[in-house]
């Protein structure tokens, strides 16, 4: 089966760092994805890992454990316009399908 | 360039009809992949098409169809609506089904079943 595990909510204060976990379970992998989505909007993707390790990107970082079917998306120096949802997503082989599967999302919330 | 639209973006429906929903991709995009998000399930992949051909189907029952038209444009139907229905539907385009990295959603329609 699939499974994709995130916290449902989290709350950090603007200007510090917060850290986002995904643990996944899934019958094959290519690649973990994260993207943003604000209320009201369309997810926008933030970052795709294939191999284990660290991807930075500005303010982002996503980190990928194949081992540990583990994730984490770090968000530093935090702003009010974080306050979003982010959804973690694990692509199947192409030989399945190659579809993503998404969690149910971590609802973040950035306090003053 | 202009982005992922999506046609209409509300619709309230009554149980027992049939919808259909529109998706213009990025110009040059030819994969259009199809998600249901409802604050129970989260986001849930429909199917996807490239070329005009369904690559790609998720777990949904067959009143759930969809086409692609060889500009690259989709259609999603849903036949016989339930209550269940009612969700954020997404569509989101790739300029080809393995470069899901640089896949754009749209604005999604909004449906609502009463």
């Known amino acids: 089966g699939q499974n994709i595990d995130q916290p449902t909510e989290m709350t950090a204060t603007e200007g510090a760092i917060v850290q986002i976990n995904c643990t996944y379970q899934t019958s094959g992998f290519n690649g973990l994805f994260w993207y943003q989505q604000h209320a009201g909007e369309a997810p926008t993707f933030l970052s795709y890992?294939?191999?284990?390790g660290l991807e930075e990107k500005g303010r982002f970082s996503s980190f990928l454990s194949r081992s540990k079917g583990y994730s984490y998306l770090l968000l530093k120096e935090l702003q009010m316009k974080d306050s979003a949802s982010y959804l973690c997503?694990?692509?199947?082989?192409?030989?399945?399908?190659?579809?993503?599967?998404f969690g149910q999302g971590t609802e973040l919330s950035v306090k003053p | 360039k202009a982005g992922v639209t999506q046609t209409p973006r509300y619709l309230i429906k009554t149980r027992g009809q049939q919808v259909t929903l529109s998706c213009s991709p990025i110009?040059?995009?030819?994969?259009v992949s199809w998600y249901q998000q409802t604050p129970g399930q989260g986001l849930q992949f429909l199917f996807e098409?490239?070329?005009?051909?369904?690559?790609n189907k998720g777990n949904f029952p067959g009143r759930f169809s969809g086409r692609q038209f060889s500009n690259s444009r989709s259609e999603m139907n849903v036949s016989t609506l339930e209550l269940g229905d009612s969700a954020l539907y997404l569509c989101a385009s790739s300029t080809d089904w393995t470069r899901l990295y640089e896949q754009y959603f749209g604005p999604g329609t909004r449906l609502t079943v009463t």
């Open positions: 890992n294939v191999l284990d």
């Open positions: 098409y490239f070329s005009e051909t369904q690559r």
């Open positions: 110009s040059g995009h030819r994969s």
């Open positions: 997503a694990v692509r199947e082989p192409y030989n399945q399908g190659g579809k993503l599967i």
